[in-house]
Nanobody, 118 residues
Framework: QVQLVESGGGLVQAGGSLRLSCAAS????????MAWFRQAPGKEREFVGT????????FTAASVKDRFTCSSDNAKNTVYLEMNNLKVEDTAVYYC???????????WGQGTQVTVSS
């Protein structure tokens, strides 16, 4: 059974930082793509970033580029989303997802709330 468990969300002031974690189990990590998404109230789910388990290469969306970084600890089966210089508009529920490819993300975590205050 695949499980993705996010943690690390919370309330932070604008300009602050948070690191989200996503612990994965029940899947072969080298065969799965991992990604972060977010969804703000009343808005559609938005892609945030992705990381390749094997190569360590990551990619982040233009809206968060230079502020957010994806990383992984393969020994812990965990991916991270480091978020710096947070803005009020970053307020959302953040989800991690896994699948055979970025277009086939079949597994989703429960989400973790990030709230940025002004």
């Amino acid at each position: 059974q695949v499980q993705l468990v996010e943690s690390g969300g919370g309330l932070v002031q604008a300009g602050g930082s948070l690191r989200l974690s996503c612990a994965a189990s029940g899947l072969t990590f080298s065969e799965h793509a991992m990604a972060w998404f977010r969804q703000a109230p009343g808005k559609e789910r938005e892609f945030v970033g992705t990381i390749n388990w094997s190569s360590g290469r990551s990619f982040t969306a233009a809206s968060v580029k230079d502020r957010f970084t994806c990383s992984s600890d393969n020994a812990k089966n965990t991916v991270y989303l480091e978020m710096n210089n947070l803005k009020v508009e970053d307020t959302a529920v953040y989800y991690c997802a896994a699948g055979q490819s970025l277009s086939a993300l079949n597994y989703w975590g429960q989400g973790t709330q990030v709230t940025v205050s002004s």
